[in-house]
């Protein structure tokens, strides 16, 4: 099974992540979750995709929408660990 870091956003009252996943099937999915920072409302869709390189397209509109968005989403960038 194969699943890509996961991409994050986040606005001044909500959260939005995204990341892609290959079951043991073999079978391409883009994860998207969305939430509420302050409440428990929030969502999730799958997306089923033919392959790796579809996915990666889906990944960098969805990133184009966020980064675009009227909403305020500012990317978070995980720190790196220091050993």
């Known amino acids: 099974m194969f699943q890509s870091?996961?991409?994050?956003?986040?606005?001044?009252?909500?959260?939005?992540?995204?990341?892609?996943v290959c079951d043991?099937?073999?079978d391409w999915t883009v994860v998207r979750r969305w939430g509420g920072l302050h409440n428990r409302r929030g969502g999730q869709k799958i997306d089923h995709v033919s392959c790796f390189v579809e996915a990666n397209a889906r990944m960098k509109m969805i990133e184009r929408r966020r980064r675009y968005s009227h909403s305020g989403y500012q990317q978070v960038i995980k720190p790196e660990l220091v050993l």
């Open 5 to 20: 870091e996961i991409v994050r956003w986040v606005s001044k009252d909500r959260w939005y992540h995204a990341y892609i």
């Open 24 to 26: 043991l099937l073999g």
